[in-house]
């Protein structure tokens, strides 16, 4: 579920769910904000307008974070993919 999602990101990034959810726009909110919403869009069937209502943002904004993280992961951002790897496995424990 998203909620189990957005909680191991908060975790990992060690941030307020509050925090995630809100408008804060600095490096490491921003980095855990857009794994989340990658994470969310990967791993649930939500579409693009309902991951948005999770962030209370538009769905464009959400396309733009999952492509911001595909093409850090392209261009091998090893510690971004090291970091997507570890809070996939922690959701994955979850369930």
Not at 14 to 37: C, H, M, P, V, Y
Not at 66 to 85: C, G, H, P
Request: glycine share 4%.
């Amino acid at each position: 579920t998203p909620n189990l999602i957005i909680s191991q990101v908060c975790k990992f990034y060690s941030i307020d769910e509050t925090i995630l959810r809100g408008t804060l726009k600095n490096r490491g909110t921003t980095e855990a904000r857009q794994i989340a919403i990658y994470l969310i869009r990967k791993l649930t069937n939500l579409s693009l307008p309902d991951i948005g209502k999770e962030f209370g943002r538009d769905h464009s904004t959400i396309l733009y974070a999952i492509r911001k993280v595909e093409v850090a992961l392209k261009n091998a951002d090893t510690s971004l993919q090291n970091n997507i790897r570890d809070i996939t496995s922690n959701i994955n424990s979850c369930l």
